[in-house]
């Protein structure tokens, strides 16, 4: 069977032609979007296909790629391109093949189009003087591939345009058989001219690296290009995508999770001792943030997600959250916990929006440093006198979507949430055992159920 992972950032428009052209082949049992952290309707165009959705940990190409991998179920695993509309109906057929016909363990595509400038300027020269067998393949940045699981587990995936002449590299270097293939003629829209410097940086840098690791020329690291980073970003929070003046907030642990996601990950990785001395410690909020992060060192991102799927949701919260928007009500969570966390959660609910601690990762794997986001902080509207609080960053939606205060709702359950309820025009405590939320808010449910609150909101 075949996982087709698509990568996909801000392609609301395309991505459910890709997925169904994907799904056009019997042998696809799994289809997996991973979200680059889009600011349109990508994730909410994408669900209407039933197909799984992840978050990226870290916006870039080959993030997407390399964490849709590691969570894909079958050993042929194909990658498309999210912004193509008009592939072949037997686009998976034609990548998988030779798989299958046990002719290779990876899979080029090529296609009909006008040659790409980078590729002939730049790629193709560099391949001659340093990897000229590599020479055969018409387009060597084709992003449309195929392969084994059991190789791509080999190789590194560049977190920019490098991805794809990286693979290619990368495959050649672990003995992988390879064969290119035509996929026919697809519409590609071209960069931009002024795009073509950085793309042609990262695209060198990535050659250049794999000239210096593999040991062809010991002097190839002086021929090392700087690195353009991808431009930094705190939230890609979506636009307004309707009309809403209404709003609704969730706290993520012991609301929408009937349990904590991090005392659900010390029971499984064996920290339980150490999360309890740092939580009942007297340091200051975000230190003690910033030490439960340090516990998660060395974890993969799949693991962390596997933490998460292992507790239950609320009992009718996917139903909860479709009628809060018929409603007209935007939909999101605000959490104590880690942004690659609450943006699978609001996959799966369907949310608007997750607004978090960001986990820093590299190569998925979790570097146990956590930043902790600028809305948290203590600014000029803030409300309360503390340094961070969830009020702030109920404060920072509001603004982002336009919507009073006095037609927001704040659900929660504990401490960390009093600001938050206290101050939203429809404050809830939702099983929570903490008399002081309790006593802020203006209703206070006992549920194993959604459905209450839809009563108290209107």
Known sequence: MITVIIPALNEEKSIRKVIQKAKRYDLVSEIIVVDDNSADKTVSEARKENVSILTSTERGKGRSMHEGMMFAKNEIIVFLDA??????????????????????????????????????????????FFFPHLLQFRQPLSGMI?????????IEFENDYGVDIGILIDMDNVNA?????????????????????????????AIFKRVSHFGLNKTAQTLMLNQTPLDDFEFPIPLKAHNAKK?????MDNTLLRGSFIKKAAEKFGFEN?????????DPGFLRTEKIARLLEGRAF????????????????VNTVKELKLRGYITGIISDSYQCITNHLKNVLGLDFSLANDLQFKKSIVTGEVKIPFPLKNQVLSKCDHDYCKLNMFLFILTH??????????????????????????????????????????????????????????
Do not use: W
């Open 83 to 128: 912004d193509i509309s008009n592939y072949p109906n037997d686009i998976v057929s034609k990548l998988t093949s030779p798989l299958f016909e046990n002719r290779a363990d990876f899979v080029k595509s090529y296609f009909e189009r006008q040659a790409g400038r980078v590729s002939e300027i730049l790629v193709k020269p560099l391949l001659e």
């Open 146 to 154: 195929a392969g084994k699981k059991s190789f791509f587990e080999k």
């Open 177 to 205: 058989r390879i064969v290119e293939v035509c996929i026919g003629k697809i519409d590609n829209d071209m960069q931009p001219l002024q795009a073509l410097g950085k793309m042609a940086r990262q695209v060198a840098n």
């Open 247 to 251: 709003l609704v907030v969730f706290d």
């Open 274 to 282: 150490q999360l309890q001395e740092i939580v009942q410690s007297t």
């Open 302 to 317: 799949h693991e962390l997600i596997q933490v998460l799927e292992s507790i239950p949701i609320i009992g009718d919260a």
């Open 401 to 458: 979507y336009g919507v009073d205060i006095k037609n927001a709702v704040a659900v929660g359950d504990g401490m960390n949430d009093i600001c938050m309820v206290k101050h939203a025009g429809s404050g809830i405590s939702l099983n929570s055992e903490c008399s002081q939320l309790s006593e802020v808010a203006g209703h206070v449910l006992r549920e194993e159920s959604l459905t209450p609150l839809l009563k108290i909101i209107g």
